[in-house]
């Protein structure tokens, strides 16, 4: 009798092939000494497609959405059915008495294999060969102890689910969509949504909205050079330039972007230079601090997608492809597709037969016992590790192979990280100076102090990043080092030795730069995979978090493919490193329902696929979810948006429902369902309707202005919280805000997070029918309503 082994590609077949000795070759599948080893090409099977589960489902018609399958019948791919048929015979055959799946160890691969299996009908007992390796040592071991295929029915649901909610998602809404917003789109244009993809454009449109309606402004920051009081002297040969610092004027108490900007207008600018001209300047305060960066975790996909795009510009799937040549066909890497940061206890015992593999073009940088010394549980955590450990280099050694220079790249960054981790902590000092120029009285008014802050870095141990590519000559931005681009070169500077508290300073030079604000940056490939792991969450530590990770839009092995979906679609375009929305990406999610473009809705999605992978949720509820979300949004999206059949009459003028603009005065239309707040109360209100525990800067200010009845226009920069300012003081008022914007987009998520909240808010603009405007015109009337969005054209 034969052993039958299915893997996923023929590189891999003929690997497993090799060491197991079936080196007879057949048509699509290699033979001998008891086994029979075929292989897949990607998908060879697939759910079918509406049509060839229905026929009346071929036609793009409102009467046949929702599309709910009452099964999930699999159809086999026309491009690749030759070699299914070779799968088929083999898992069928007489000869065969079991089946080993030898597809890659991952969810993708786990439903490779059962759509094949379940396509060809067979019902033949199944092992599994689980490794995170293709050396033949590793394809020794992992033979040595397969597993029962049962075991991964788990993960098999997890993958149905996401397989089928895809579907139930992308056709229906697709569909739903396209047809409800037909006449907007252009000739032939069809709306392609999905469950990850819509998500993922929405936070890149959000984002180039916010860019497209960023007004710059003008302002001035005051920078003056000072130096030290020399003692006087008499010098018997020349003497050197004076050691010497910048330092950029502030007002308050912290030296914020913020604090630094003056008036475009010069005035305050000019009066600041002429105070600095005539004042007495000495150092106010001198305060170091030693900050420390440990080693950086290993790499899991993301974060290698992550660096290679930050260092090297890399596309999130040009590095995944690489990575995946690196593991399957030189056997360099362990596999690339995990989502762990981690090693195991078992991994870990054999990292110095690696580290003796690839020591040598590092040799001079290496900590001292690497490979010997045990790491620690910062690195080697079997909770940590899930179905594969984190990325690192196998014992092949790599210096006969013939790499390209993209392959040498990455390879080299997964050499580095790994040998970075027997390191030391990386070291900086930061040195912060407050220099106070100290000017007389102007008439008979108190003496003008002006401060100026100063900061110098020096890295005190490289530590670590002696491994870094560049190098550790400099600390990390964000840590010692202002992030902020508009901040002054003062913060790079090395500061002269010897400053200290009350010491006198010349003032060489003051003068005034003319700045700009900037709008937000576009995202990278880098920073929008950030955005995907963490479904949009804003996080400052860069080690995210696991619960974090269970919520993010797909996976790592499935996030390049949907950037690259995106850009094929023509919704983004990629423009050096940094990528934008298209007016064709803009369209679809103005007009998208705001639940489908939804990161925290797709996140949750994903961290219930990953409740079932454990064992911990059951498919079939999961899927009845789905199908409910179809149901509601599908109906939404045409009652949002209709679009006349050609048949169906149009209301004529006399038909239309009048409006009575004129409200009787001092009524409001919600105010019987609330009770106005007094302003002492707006903490609490701001808990209580939004969970916030504290006000961002000048957020107070403005809503208790807005709620005593003052007229107020607030000027703040894009992510400072304006929202808050009317919503805030709209509660306390109560009644309904009227919110006049002319960002559709925006507009929508506006709503859908008050909505979120437990709000009764609406939105009236273009993008919907006279019949939905006319039903939120009357909940408005009816007092039903606590905010009512609307364009200004309406």
Not at 24 to 35: F, M
Not at 139 to 156: M, P, S, W
Not at 477 to 504: H, T
């Amino acid at each position: 009798m034969t052993i039958a082994i299915v893997a996923e590609k023929p590189a891999v077949a003929r690997d497993i092939a090799r060491v197991l000795g079936a080196t007879k070759r057949g048509d699509g599948y290699l033979h001998g000494n008891g086994y029979a080893v075929t292989w897949a090409l990607g998908h060879l099977v697939t759910l079918a497609q509406p049509h060839e589960i229905k026929p009346e489902w071929r036609r793009w018609h409102r009467e046949l959405l929702p599309m709910l399958p009452e099964s999930w019948p699999l159809v086999v791919c026309d491009d690749t059915r030759e070699q299914f048929e070779v799968v088929r015979r083999m898992l069928t055959s007489a000869k065969v008495e079991r089946v080993v799946c030898a597809t890659d160890a991952g969810r993708e691969g786990e439903l490779i294999f059962r759509y094949i299996y379940d396509a060809a009908g067979c019902r033949k007992p199944v092992s599994r060969l689980w490794i995170s390796s293709l050396t033949a040592d590793a394809i020794r071991k992992g033979f040595a102890a397969l597993r029962d295929g049962r075991e991964f029915d788990d993960l098999a649901a997890a993958a149905r689910g996401r397989s089928q909610a895809d579907w139930l998602v992308g056709m229906n809404l697709s569909r739903a969509c396209t047809l409800a917003f037909g006449d907007a789109l252009a000739q032939g244009e069809v709306l392609s949504v999905g469950r990850v993809q819509t998500p993922t454009l929405a936070m890149v449109v959000e984002r180039e909205l916010a860019i497209r309606a960023f007004v710059p402004e003008d302002y001035l920051e005051v920078v003056a050079t000072f130096s030290p009081v020399l003692e006087d002297t008499e010098p018997s040969e020349p003497q050197a330039a004076p050691p010497s610092y910048l330092g950029t004027w502030f007002r308050g108490e912290k030296a914020t972007a913020q604090a630094r900007r003056l008036p475009a207008d010069g005035e305050e600018a000019g009066r600041i230079l002429e105070r600095a001209e005539r004042g007495q300047a000495a150092i106010e305060s001198v305060r170091s601090e030693t900050r420390r960066m440990p080693p950086p975790l290993l790499y899991d996909l993301t974060e290698l997608q992550r660096h290679a795009n930050r260092l090297y510009g890399f596309s999130a799937q040009k590095t995944l492809r690489v990575a995946q040549k690196l593991y399957e066909q030189h056997k360099l890497i362990s596999y690339p597709r995990t989502d762990s940061r981690h090693l195991s206890q078992d991994v870990a015992s054999t990292l110095g037969e690696v580290v003796r593999a690839i020591a040598e073009p590092y040799r001079e940088q290496l900590a001292p016992e690497t490979g010997v010394r045990p790491l620690g549980r910062r690195f080697v955590d079997d909770s940590r590790v899930t179905d594969h450990h984190a990325i690192i280099p196998t014992p092949t050694a790599a210096d006969r192979l013939a790499l390209t220079g993209d392959e040498r790249k990455i390879y080299d960054l997964i050499c580095r990280r790994l040998l970075a981790a027997w390191h030391d902590e990386h070291v900086w000092s930061v040195t912060t100076v407050i220099t106070a120029i100290t000017s007389p009285p102007e008439g008979d008014g108190e003496r003008v102090v002006d401060r100026y802050h100063s900061s110098g870095t020096m890295v005190v141990e490289v530590g670590w990043k002696i491994l870094d590519v560049g190098g550790g000559k400099k600390p990390p931005r964000g840590k010692g080092r202002k992030a902020d681009a508009e901040a002054a070169d003062e913060e790079d500077q090395k500061l002269p030795p010897g400053l200290k508290k009350g010491q006198p300073q010349t003032v060489l030079d003051a003068r005034s730069l003319a700045k700009k604000t900037r709008p937000p940056k576009r995202f990278t490939e880098a920073t929008l995979l950030t955005a995907m792991e963490t479904a949009g969450k804003t996080l400052d530590d860069k080690e995210l978090s696991d619960a974090m990770k269970e919520s993010g839009l797909g996976t790592p092995a499935t996030r390049a493919e949907t950037i690259e979906t995106l850009l094929r679609r023509e919704y983004l375009v990629r423009k050096g490193k940094t990528l934008e929305a298209t007016d064709r990406g803009i369209r679809l999610i103005e007009v998208v329902h705001p639940q489908v473009k939804s990161p925290a809705m797709t996140g949750r999605w994903e961290a219930e696929l990953k409740r079932i992978q454990r064992g911990k949720a059951e498919l079939a509820s999961f899927m009845a979810g789905i199908e409910a979300y179809v149901r509601e949004v599908v109906g939404e999206v045409f009652s949002t948006r209709r679009v006349p059949e050609p048949s169906a009459p149009q209301p004529s003028a006399a038909q239309e429902l009048t409006l009575p603009l004129p409200m009787p005065e001092g009524t409001a239309p919600g105010g019987a369902s609330r009770t106005p707040i007094p302003v002492d109360k707006l903490s609490e209100l701001l808990k209580t309707a939004f969970g916030l525990t504290a006000f961002r800067p000048y957020q107070e200010t403005a809503c208790r202005a807005v709620t005593e009845g003052r007229d107020v226009l607030l000027v703040m920069p894009t992510g400072a919280g304006k929202s808050l300012c009317y919503q805030l003081p709209g509660l306390a008022r109560a009644g309904t805000t009227l919110v006049i914007s002319p960002l559709i987009a925006l507009m929508e998520d506006q709503v859908a997070k008050l909505r979120e909240v437990g709000l009764h808010a609406e939105r009236i603009h273009s993008g919907r029918d006279r019949a939905s405007s006319r039903r939120v015109s009357a909940d408005y009337l009816a007092g039903r309503l606590d905010f009512l969005f609307i364009a200004p054209e309406r």
